[in-house]
Every structure is written in structure tokens, then in C-alpha cells.
């Protein structure tokens, strides 16, 4: 049996692929697309955290591609009682045909992927969220004509979403500019891998990234799972409010993205947000588009 084909990390899939994908997402958002290539297919979803737009964005991804899916909650079936992962690895590849996984423990991702005899999709680690920088490079895309030559600033917390735009301007080769506070960096393997393949600044100045970017993107303080640190990052964070001020230090078409859910007053003024330079919509909407065709990639009918 060959194995199956996963996507964990931004890095699983070549430059080419991903511009594939890209495309194939923008032909389905246009509507010339009419496929049903997850006809008959089940995809299971785990989630051990809570979600709006992955859960809803892949459940009706899958029926509008003719398949199916299911929402198994971590508390609701045996994994959230200790049952191993390699057993619900095996036991969920004989009923479905894709499984996607919202977790804490990236390993324990990387352990499903391992034990499944089909694709496993990450859904959000607490190292990775692959699937929204996909998203966001589509809005990056559709907004600026691409990223080619660009400069994409992140301001704020060295999580998940740094990580995966780390990944990101590695494999695409677009200028990274990164204001983090010190004890709040990314990945540092992350960090140094996609150093050695583009240009990755990290600074502890919002200023100095955000300066003349094109996409000022930004995320909570506080992921899922952190709640209880809410106050102490609350202060570690002053200053990196993206507000107004900051947004005018970037160039004049710049972009702001934010993956949300969005804390206003926090991360993001409410001006900003709700303000002409804002995609945060767009970029919400592109979840459906880029999974859609990430599903039919992985877990599709061939014919
Ligand atoms: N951005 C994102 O993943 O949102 P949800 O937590 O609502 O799925
Ligand atoms: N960094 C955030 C992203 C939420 C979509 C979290 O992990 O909670």
C-alpha cells in the first residue's frame, strides 16, 4: 500500500504545488468549477479546541465537493479518555477517507499522520496552522497580485501563525519582517530553517517591521490553551497594538490580515479592523476556497 499523502506543515507541499492549489482554489471561488471529486467520502474532523471558521469552512467544503463530514469533538469519543492515537489513527482509516485534527500537541499530528492510512490535515497545532496561511496567501494574492517582491510584516505573538508564515516565505521566497517581544519569539528551528531560504527579520520594534510593508498581519496575545497567561502577555505585549499609527508606517496599498477570532483594543484597533485596508473577510471566506482544493488534492477522486 503507498502512503498517503498528508498536509501538515506549509513545507509538505513543493512551491509548484502550492501555486497549483492556488489556482485551483481561485477557479473554484470564481465558480468555474463544478467537480464532485469527494463524492461518496467521508472526511472526520477532530477538534480538542474550539473553532468557527475551520470547522464550518471544511464540513461545507466537503459537501459542496460532493462528500461529507464529521464532526468528532475530542471530549465526545475515546481519544479524549486515553485512547492511543496510532489505535485511532488505524481504526478512523477504515471508516473515512481524510481525517482533519485541531490539537495542542503537534507530535500528536505527526503520530496520526504516521499511523493513518489516509490523508491527515492540520487543522491548527500549537506550532503550526497551516490551512489559514494558505488562506491568507490567496488573500495576499487576489489583493496585491502576488507576493513577489513583497514585504509581509507580523506583529505580535511568535505562535502557530508566525510559524506557518515562516514556512511560508520560505518555500515562496517573500521578504519576512517580524516584531515579537522578547520570551515571545517563534520557533527557533523554524526560524533558522527559513532564514537560510529567504529574507527573515525579527525585531522587537512594531515600527521597524511594519515600515513600508505591504501586509501587516497580526493574531492574539493569548492562543487557545494559554488563557490562564491572558494578563501577564497582556503587559508583555504593550505596544504592539496594530492600530492606525502603525498602518500608516506601512506602504500606501498596504493590507491588514488578521485569521480571528480578533480582540479589539488588544491586538487590533477597531478602526483597523473594521477599517478600507482591512481583508480580514476576504481572508475568512478563502478558508472554504483553499481547503476545497486542498480536499480534492489530497483525498479526491482521480477518475
Ligand atoms: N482562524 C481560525 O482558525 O478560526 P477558528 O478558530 O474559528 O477555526
Ligand atoms: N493563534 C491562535 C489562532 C486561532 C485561529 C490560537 O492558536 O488560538
Redesign the pocket.
Known sequence: MTSPRHFLAIPDFTRSELLSLFDLAARMKRGDYDGKPLAGRTLGMIFAK??????VSFEIGAYQLGGHALFLSSRDIQLGRGEPIRDTARVLSRYLDGIMIRTFDHADVEELARFASIPVING?TDLL?PC?VLADLLTVRESLGGWEGKVVAWIGDGNNMANSWLNAAGILGFELRLACPDGYTPNPEILERNRRLTTVTLTADPREAARGAHVINTDVWASMGQEQEQEERARAFQGYMVDETLMDTADTNAIFLH???AHRGEEVSEGVIEGPRSRVWNQAENRLHVQKALMTILMGDRG
Open positions: 474550539s473553532s468557527t471558521r475551520t470547522r491548527l496552522h489559514q485569521c480571528l477570532p
